[in-house]
């Protein structure tokens, strides 16, 4: 696809359960991060890959969030044991990776925790 | 201290009134900045790069000021469709190049 790709669009599960959450990046794109946005608050920063590895996970909250990248493409979000805190949008965004690049977001992946 | 600050606002102004928004950053070293708009529930797109020189964009004007480590957005004669946040952008000069998000400006334009 063109764009930013995040899947599922939205997601309902029960406190205590594992998600998975799903990027796919503009195609040729190195670098890629995962934000948060709680409803009405800013962006808070996740991870940031830089191709497959990750040089900046310092805005994991928890041991329970882990993320990974494989292939330079996709990657996925993985939330253990789920808490209601956990509920906000979770954003992804890909760049180029070089100097005076802007990236791109998907339209995000609504995660409801009951 | 976050790297990149701004005011949260709101900002509430009348429809055709002119409004600024100021954000600043700490590493001296951070070398490109955009200015993103994000509508409600929707995800931030870029609104515009900001250049040294400063740059211009029909009613928007982005200035950066490197002395002083701030770049501003000038909106002249608000719409109301122009009501968003207002998020800015750093990219840091290092290895990574890793993108720095400010909090955000919400601006509000009333009838």
């Known amino acids: 696809g063109a764009g930013v790709s995040q899947s599922p669009s939205n997601k309902v599960t029960e406190k205590g359960k594992d998600v998975e959450l799903r990027c796919d990046p503009i195609?040729?794109?190195?670098?890629l991060y995962w934000y948060r946005q709680s409803l009405g608050q800013g962006l808070e920063f996740l991870i940031y890959?830089?191709?497959?590895?990750?040089?900046?996970k310092s805005g994991l909250p928890s041991d329970r969030f882990s993320a990974e990248r494989t292939g330079g493409s996709v990657s996925t979000l993985t939330i253990q044991r789920t808490q209601q805190e956990d509920s906000a949008v979770y954003l992804c965004a890909s760049s180029l990776g070089q100097r005076g690049t802007e990236a791109f977001f998907g339209q995000g992946t609504r995660l409801t925790v009951v | 201290r976050k790297e990149v600050e701004q005011d949260p606002g709101p900002f509430n102004v009348p429809e055709g009134a002119t409004v600024a928004f100021n954000c600043t950053y700490s590493n001296s070293a951070s070398q490109s900045f955009f200015w993103y708009r994000q509508d409600c529930r929707k995800e931030p797109k870029l609104l515009m790069s900001v250049y040294s020189s400063g740059n211009e964009d029909g009613r928007f004007t982005a200035q950066l000021n490197r002395a002083s480590q701030y770049i501003s957005l000038l909106i002249r004669d608000s719409k109301l469709s122009d009501s968003a946040t207002y998020l800015c952008v750093v990219n840091r000069r290092d290895s990574s190049y890793k993108l720095i998000f400010g909090s955000g400006t919400r601006l509000l334009v009333r009838p």
């Open positions: 195609s040729g794109h190195t670098a």
């Open positions: 890959f830089q191709g497959n590895s990750a040089p900046d």
